[in-house]
């Protein structure tokens, strides 16, 4: 499974790149809007960085600007993957971008229908969120495990992108159930590293090492 950071945040993208676990990124409206700067430069800087799939999301809601803002956004790099919102008008624009060549993620996915839809005009990628069917009582991974299951058997090339990851229990089921990537927020990167066993493990190796070195002089 691919591993994608779900930011628009410079500093975190190349903290998990120097280490080489990010093979992409996603980035939306909402967490570009937390950083400074102008939009397509940071998406070009990211780009740079990443030098994997980035995908940039369009803020239209009809389909002539989706395509007008997803052209847009292709122009910045090679590595922009035009992300629209699961709409009607969203649809349309997916099938035209694809039909251009260009790579399309369909966002805002929360049923195994929709994702089938957007398979079907030809996405690249589909995004379920897993997190926010969570917050509302929904078992975000069940639609993963059904989309999974629907794309290896109708042999859909679209892959599955697991966002709106809140743990490192989303991740695991995500790999384990097939799914082609997982994007998460460095906060859930950073969980994935801890273990407080591994800390007192740790603790207790050096310790022991120290305490064999004092009684050899
Ligand atoms: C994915 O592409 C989205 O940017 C993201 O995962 C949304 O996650 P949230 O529900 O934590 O906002």
Redesign the pocket.
């Known amino acids: 499974m691919k591993f994608f950071i779900?930011t628009a945040n410079l500093e975190e993208i190349r903290r998990y790149k120097e280490m080489h676990l990010v093979d992409g990124v996603?980035t939306?409206p909402?967490?570009l809007a937390k950083e400074a700067g102008d939009y397509r430069q940071i998406l070009k800087q990211i780009c740079q960085t990443v030098k994997g799939p980035v995908?940039a999301e369009v803020v239209a809601t009809d389909t002539a600007g989706m395509l007008r803002e997803g052209r847009d956004l292709a122009s910045i790099d090679p590595h922009i993957v035009i992300k629209v919102p699961f709409t009607k008008d969203g649809v349309k624009a997916c099938n035209m971008l694809a039909s251009e060549g260009q790579r399309v993620n369909v966002?805002l996915i929360f049923s195994a229908a929709q994702a089938w839809l957007a398979a079907k005009v030809g996405a690249a990628y589909v995004?379920p969120?897993v997190?926010?069917l969570d917050d509302i009582g929904a078992t975000g991974m069940n639609l993963v495990r059904e989309i999974v299951d629907i794309f290896d058997s109708s042999d859909l090339a679209t892959e599955v992108l697991v966002?709106?990851?809140r743990h490192p229990i989303h991740i695991i089921e995500a790999a384990r159930m097939g799914a082609d990537v997982s994007?998460a927020p460095a906060a859930v990167i950073e969980q994935c590293f801890k273990h407080p066993l591994t800390d007192i493990g740790l603790e207790r190796f050096l310790k022991d090492w120290e305490k064999a070195q004092a009684a050899r002089v």
């Open positions: 779900d996603t939306n909402s967490l995908s966002t995004s969120f997190g926010r966002a709106s990851v994007t």
